[in-house]
């Protein structure tokens, strides 16, 4: 089995014995676990590779779909598994699979089409008809706090998809953690620059980072379309307090969305972004608004408060959407103001004709 | 101002007023196409080619789809004009992308008014407030009223506009209308959409009227039977580029 793909596999080959061919020459073949081959005129025998640790469920459904994968080679034409083999031969190089060795052509069709499937893409039976070469993923910094795990500045690649592996916390004193990494995103894009992890890493990982330990990560590209995936990009980063980033050169983006709602109130909105971050005179609103108590507005709840340069009143469209489909316009203000603790915005309906839940979106001017 | 290259859903040339900043542009333009053809039934979604834009993506806008329809019966013929919101963005640096909504297929031609503002997000800086200014709407015999919510924010390049129709004389009920807005500034042409108004033969998106800007007058004669049925607020909402500043953008 490939080296790449067992490590893909997360699989062990640390038993791995090479012995004189003259105790076991000629002998291959498995039993109970052991599997002996001739390598170069040398008998090595090797222990069935098991995965380590325990499985995330990530991983169980992984397992589950290369398993799905591996079966239906078997379906496949001889022509499409010769057209694998094929391509296989050119596939070696670095730039395609992120490590240079060779591939045979089931390995490669089950490699591509795991990426697909994690990307949500349907398995691919004919081989790609080129190789494609994709960028190293460019970003201008990893930020991690137990507050905020994000990764900014990165160069925005069309059509492509980030993948991001990171580990749970770690001594600082460790300096390749990369081995514990697991995948939080099969394949996510950008937001603009940003990918903001946090809550995909407590989802995976369970536990927050904590101050003074470090983090690893791991992350590249995938081309969903074909599977292909680009090199490795590896970073680290200590934990530290959401201030200190602050002060170190993080700056917050000033949008707030779903995780910033306060737990003690109850907000009446089942999906909200709200961004600031446009340098223009408007903000970008986007919220499924679901109206309260016969009342034709919203009122969304924040656990922190809005940054005093774009406090006021902002207005955007929105359009009510009927249990039937209909989608009536209608145009909303938007009240944006700090309390003692928090902050509050209320999407109040003015024009069309009111009708919930009501989808409000798109560029809103601000005064 | 510019003209659009092509488009995958059959419409003819576009002509696009324009503002372009660096990190966003207002686009104001006006079009019709036939939604029964060959091309647009074949797209997912509404593209159209243009030539390079200052920015090569943009967050979510909106824009406005519209079709007429009149009825006629024995007393004579009634307005059933409607319409929706559809969203609107750049995808790259030549393409404007329209989603594409079936509910208004088979009531073709289908206008779209893009009058819309596309940002960009997680610029260097945050929203910049504007000033709101009450519009003051006047009509010769004061016969048309609007909520305090009729205003506009006008910037250097081009001006956002919220008119929010309250009510009518009804003596002017059925007469074509005239409206001075004493604080939009001169230089705006446009046609604009006016959502709202009770449909009774189409509830799945509510009327939908155009009204016509010039030299700060408005102009609505054609309007939906249900213009001012409670509840149904007929409203516009529009980002407008200002014609004597186009030439100067940055």
């Known amino acids: 089995m490939h080296k790449g793909l067992c490590s893909f596999l997360n699989l062990n080959f640390d038993l791995m014995i090479a012995l004189p061919s003259i105790a076991f020459g000629g002998f291959s073949g498995s039993a109970k676990g052991v599997t002996a081959r001739q390598v170069d005129g040398r008998s090595v025998l090797s222990v ?120 749970a916390s770690q001594s600082p004193g460790v300096s390749s953690g990369w081995s514990k990494t697991v995948i939080l995103s099969p394949g996510m894009e950008d937001d603009w620059g940003d990918a903001d992890v946090t809550t995909l890493y407590l989802k995976t ?114 359009r009510g959407c009927g249990a039937d489909g209909k989608i009536i316009p209608q145009s909303y203000l938007v009240y944006m103001y700090n309390r003692s603790e928090g902050a509050e915005m209320t999407f109040a309906h003015r024009g069309g004709y009111y009708l919930k839940p009501t989808e409000c979106f798109g560029s809103g001017i601000v005064y | 101002m510019f003209n659009s290259i092509s488009n995958n859903f059959g419409a003819g040339q576009i002509t696009f007023k324009d503002y372009q900043a660096e990190n966003y542009v207002v686009l104001n333009a006006k079009f019709s196409f036939d939604p029964t053809s060959a091309q647009y039934q074949a797209c997912s979604q509404m593209e159209i080619t243009v030539p390079d834009l200052t920015i090569d993506r943009s967050a979510i806008a909106g824009v406005f789809v519209r079709f007429i329809e009149t009825r006629s019966f024995q007393w004579g013929d009634s307005v059933y004009d409607g319409g929706s919101v559809l969203k609107s963005w750049i995808k790259d640096k030549n393409t404007i992308v329209i989603e594409k909504q079936p509910w208004f297929d088979e009531l073709g031609p289908l206008y779209i008014y893009i009058l819309a503002l596309y940002p960009q997000l997680n610029q260097s800086g945050n929203t910049i407030k504007g000033t709101k200014q009450r519009l003051t709407m006047t009509t010769e015999g004061n016969y048309l009223y609007f909520s305090s919510d009729t205003f506009v924010v006008i910037f250097d390049h081009w001006v956002f506009m919220h008119l929010q129709f309250s009510s009518c004389s009804y003596a002017y009920r059925d007469s074509p209308w005239e409206v001075t807005m004493e604080q939009l500034p001169e230089d705006i042409t446009a046609d604009v959409p006016v959502c709202g108004g009770g449909n009774q033969f189409h509830p ?47």
């Open chain 1, 205 to 318: 990982i369970g536990v927050k980072p904590v101050i003074g330990e470090k983090v690893f990560l791991e992350m590249y590209w995938l081309d969903p379309e074909t599977g292909f995936v680009g090199l490795s990009t590896y970073d680290s980063k200590v934990c530290e307090s959401q201030e200190d980033a602050e002060a170190e050169g993080y700056v917050p983006r000033t949008k707030f969305s779903m995780n910033d709602l306060r737990e003690s109130e109850e907000s009446h909105v089942s999906s909200f972004d709200v961004d600031f971050s446009t340098g223009a005179p408007v903000a970008e609103f986007s919220a499924m608004c679901l109206g309260h108590s016969n009342v034709a507005s919203s009122e969304v709840y924040l656990d922190q408060q809005i940054p005093s340069d774009v406090l006021g009143t902002g207005m955007c469209l929105g």
């Open chain 1, 48 to 167: 069935r590779a098991w995965p380590t640790g325990i499985a995330t469920s990530a991983q169980v459904v992984r397992r589950a779909s290369m398993s799905k994968i591996t079966k239906s080679w078997k379906t496949l034409t001889d022509a499409q598994r010769l057209a694998w083999d094929h391509l296989a031969e050119h596939s070696a190089g670095e730039s395609v699979f992120g490590q240079s060795a060779e591939i045979s052509g089931l390995n490669l069709y089950i490699r591509l089409n795991v990426a697909r499937t994690m990307a949500g893409e349907v398995i691919l039976s004919d081989a790609p008809q080129n190789l494609v070469a994709l960028p190293n993923v460019a970003y201008t910094g990893l930020w991690v706090t137990p507050k905020t795990i994000i990764i900014k500045g990165i160069t925005h690649e069309t059509g492509l998809k980030l993948v991001v592996k990171m580990s």
């Open chain 2, 204 to 250: 799945e998106c509510d009327g939908m009227a155009e009204c016509h800007i010039e030299n700060k007058i408005l102009t609505l004669d054609r309007r939906v039977m249900g213009f001012f049925d409670t509840a149904h607020d007929p409203f516009a909402f529009a980002f407008l580029v200002r014609e004597g500043e186009s030439e100067n953008n940055e």
